[in-house]
């Protein structure tokens, strides 16, 4: 059984929303392949990116959450920010940095087209901060956007 | 959990949230006469006034609707639109441990946009439904405090 988690829910609504004919490779009509998966998977980056042959990572983290307390101080809500993080790399036919901007306007798209519902859970992008690093030989190409995800009780 | 409640056309409705702000305010009716020549002034007490109560709610958090509203917090409309015929409903506050007839005076219906603070709230304002001579209840019966 998964629990009802941020993390679990800014997954499916990605993984429901995300239109693959939105990032293309480098030749602009194939399809990068795009995987979305919870972070600290138990196998490294290269086996991701070179053994599966996936062009780009959405990586769901773990949420940082604030309750939102009432009056007669019990929570009645809570702020979950979530960690979406988007990585590229460069490969043949892939060129990682056009491949994170077309990532990061399909990831804007869907919470501007899916919001949530008032009074049961909003969800809005917050911000974004750049998190490229270079690893040896190779530049991770990588941006994380932080999802703020306002819930109600469970 | 307590939550402030009340019954209404027989319907109990429970608000979710008071989570912007749950004032109660209790105050005395004094004139103060200020004739001239005389340092400070002439207190005459002329009872008290009617208590308030504001409420102010997350309105995008918890169950805003009964059975068949299609909006939330649709009874309000409907308490502002039957005040002749039900001009107040018996208000619950647990903070207070009290119990008042009340009158709803207004109820605000906010939406705020913009990337941090975008969220809906609402705020009433209700007017206690009291006039006895003091001397024929206490202040306990008054206020409903058990």
């Known amino acids: 059984m998964v629990v009802d988690t941020a993390q679990k829910n800014m997954k499916e609504i990605i993984d429901a929303y995300y239109t693959a004919a939105n990032v293309k490779e480098d030749n602009g009509s194939t399809n990068a392949t795009v995987i979305c998966a919870f972070d600290w998977p138990n196998y490294p980056l290269s086996r991701v990116f070179i053994d599966k042959g996936v062009d780009a990572v959405i990586s769901v983290g773990q949420a940082r959450s604030q309750a939102l307390v009432d009056t007669d101080l019990a929570p009645y809500g809570y702020i979950e920010k979530v960690p979406v993080t988007l990585a590229t790399m460069d490969k043949t036919g892939i060129t990682g940095v056009k491949l994170l901007r077309q990532l990061e306007a399909e990831v804007r798209r869907i919470f501007e087209a899916q919001p949530g519902t008032w009074n049961v859970s909003i969800r809005k992008v917050s911000g974004s901060t750049p998190k490229t690093q270079r690893l040896g030989a190779f530049y991770l190409y990588s941006e994380e956007y932080e999802i703020e995800y306002k819930r109600d009780l469970l | ?146």
């Open chain 2, 1 to 146: 959990m307590t939550k402030v409640s009340f019954v209404f056309d027989g319907d109990t409705i429970t608000i979710p949230n008071t989570a912007d702000e749950l004032e109660l305010m209790i105050k005395g009716r004094n004139v103060f006469l200020e004739p001239p020549g005389i340092a400070g002034a002439h207190t005459q007490q002329l009872g008290s006034e009617l208590t308030t109560l504001t409420i102010g709610c997350d309105l995008d958090m918890g169950d805003w609707t009964r059975a068949g509203d299609v909006l939330d917090g649709e009874v309000f409309f409907e308490m502002i639109h039957k005040l002749p015929t039900i001009p107040y409903v018996a208000v619950t506050v647990p903070e207070f441990h009290a119990v008042m007839n009340m009158t709803l005076q207004s109820a605000t219906f906010r939406l705020v946009g913009g990337s941090k603070q975008a969220h809906r709230s609402l705020r009433l304002e209700f007017i206690e439904y009291y006039a006895k001579d003091p001397a024929t209840d206490t202040y306990l019966q008054r206020f409903g405090i058990t």
